[in-house]
C-alpha cells in the first residue's frame, strides 16, 4: 500500500516571499501524484498533476512541483505567494496504471499568508 | 458546466440513525468516488463508482455503502451511525474510471452525529 507524509502541518510566509510545500511518499509501485488546495468550506481543487514525462510540473496559479524518483518526494513551490493563496494543501498518491484505486491523501499542510 | 454538486450541505443526525448522501457529478462524467475527511485521519477513500457498479472500495465498515444510477447520480448511506462518523464527506467526479483521470470534487456534506 501507499501512503504520503506531508512533512509540516503549517507553513507561515510573509506575502511575495516564496514557499515550498514538502511531500514524500512511500510505495513499492509506480505511482501518481497531485497536488490539492482547499479554501475554507470548499472542496478540493486539483493544483497539479505528475502522470509521467518530465519531472517538473506546473500547475495553477503559479504553482509547481518537482517529481523526485530517489528521494521519493513530490514538494510544492511558488515562487511568490499572495494573501489568496491562504489554504490548506494536499498532496495525493495513487497507483499509475488504470486501476481504480482512490487517492492516499497527506495529512495536509496550512499554508498561512502574512502581510 | 455546473460543478459538482453535493446535498444536503449540512446534515445533523443522532447516534445509531441512517444517512443517505447525494451526488451528483459533472454532466458526462462516469465516475463517482467518496472520501470522508476528518480532523483525526485526515481524508480518506471510501469507494469509487463507475457504470453502476462499485469498482474499489476503502478499509471502512459495512455501515457504509452507497450505489449509482443509471444517470451516474450517486448516493452514499451510512447505517447505524456513531459519533465517529461525524465528518465531511466530500463526493468527486472523473470522466472515466481509473488513475489518470481528474477528479473534480464537490463542496462536501458536513455530518455532524450528535
Known amino acids: 500500500a501507499q501512503s504520503v507524509t506531508q512533512l509540516d502541518s503549517q507553513v507561515p510566509v510573509f506575502e511575495e516571499a516564496p514557499v515550498e510545500l514538502r511531500c514524500n511518499y512511500s510505495?513499492?509501485?509506480?505511482?501518481?501524484l497531485f497536488w490539492y488546495v482547499q479554501y475554507p468550506n470548499q472542496g478540493l481543487q486539483l493544483l497539479l498533476k505528475y502522470l509521467s514525462g518530465s519531472t517538473l510540473v506546473k500547475g495553477i496559479n503559479g504553482f509547481e512541483a518537482e517529481f523526485n524518483k530517489s528521494q521519493t518526494s513530490f514538494h510544492l513551490r511558488k515562487p511568490s505567494v499572495h494573501i489568496s493563496d491562504t489554504a490548506e494543501y494536499f498532496c495525493?498518491?495513487?497507483?499509475?496504471?488504470?486501476?481504480?484505486?482512490?487517492?492516499?491523501f497527506g495529512k495536509g499542510t496550512h499554508l498561512i499568508i502574512q502581510p | 458546466k455546473a460543478g459538482v454538486t453535493q446535498t444536503p450541505r449540512y446534515l445533523i443526525k443522532t447516534r445509531g440513525q441512517q444517512v443517505t448522501l447525494s451526488c451528483s457529478p459533472i454532466s458526462g462524467h462516469r465516475s463517482v468516488s467518496w472520501y470522508q475527511q476528518t480532523p483525526g485521519q485526515g481524508l480518506q477513500f471510501l469507494f469509487e463508482?463507475?457504470?453502476?457498479?462499485?469498482?474499489n472500495k476503502g478499509n471502512f465498515p459495512g455501515r457504509f455503502s452507497g450505489r449509482q444510477f443509471s444517470n451516474s447520480r450517486s448516493e452514499m448511506n451510512v447505517s447505524t451511525l456513531e459519533l465517529g462518523d461525524s465528518a465531511l464527506y466530500l463526493c468527486?467526479?472523473?470522466?472515466?474510471?481509473?488513475?489518470?483521470?481528474?477528479?473534480?470534487f464537490g463542496p462536501g456534506t458536513r455530518l455532524t452525529v450528535t
Open positions: 495525493a498518491v495513487t497507483l499509475a496504471g488504470g486501476g481504480a484505486d482512490g487517492l492516499t
Open positions: 510505495s513499492s509501485v509506480s505511482v501518481y
Open positions: 463508482y463507475f457504470s453502476e457498479t462499485q469498482r
Open positions: 468527486a467526479s472523473s470522466l472515466n474510471s481509473g488513475s489518470s483521470y481528474e477528479q473534480y
